[in-house]
């Protein structure tokens, strides 16, 4: 399996920027499809972005097309979040996740769902001062 550990939340102003990362360990990095999602309190979790094992597709919740990008560095075996013109509505905790291409051919369907992805990391807390 993989592990996933997320990096680089905190405190920003509306307005401004923060990158976020995430590094996997334990298995071939670009055996994976890549998502980040973000939970706020009392909500649900819900799909922020998704990035194909080589980093040529990605796919963007419409709340954040235009501002957010999605990145991988295989290599580093890390994908990216970088975030911009950041609102108040994007304060959560931001997850990284991971889809094993073996047990995901058809991912590009559940990009977007829990249920495509086979791991989890813990999450880091990106907080939006107004």
């Known amino acids: 399996q993989v592990q996933l550990v997320e990096s680089g939340g905190g405190l920003v102003q509306a307005g401004g920027s923060l990158r976020i990362s995430c590094a996997a360990s334990?298995?071939?990095?670009?055996?994976?499809?890549m998502g980040w999602f973000r939970q706020a309190p009392g909500k649900e979790r819900d799909f922020v972005s998704g990035?194909?094992?080589?980093?040529?597709?990605?796919y963007y919740a419409e709340s954040v097309k235009g501002r957010f990008t999605i990145s991988r560095d295989n290599a580093k075996n890390t994908v990216y979040l970088q975030m911009n013109s950041l609102k108040s509505e994007d304060m959560a905790v931001y997850y990284c996740?991971?889809?094993?291409?073996?047990?995901?051919?058809?991912?590009?369907?559940?990009?977007?769902?829990?249920?495509?992805?086979?791991?989890w990391g813990q999450g880091t807390q990106v907080t939006v001062s107004s």
């Open positions: 990035i194909n094992w080589s980093g040529a597709t990605t």
């Open positions: 334990g298995r071939p990095f670009n055996n994976y499809h």
């Open positions: 996740a991971a889809a094993a291409l073996v047990r995901h051919p058809n991912w590009r369907i559940d990009v977007s769902s829990e249920r495509g992805y086979d791991y």
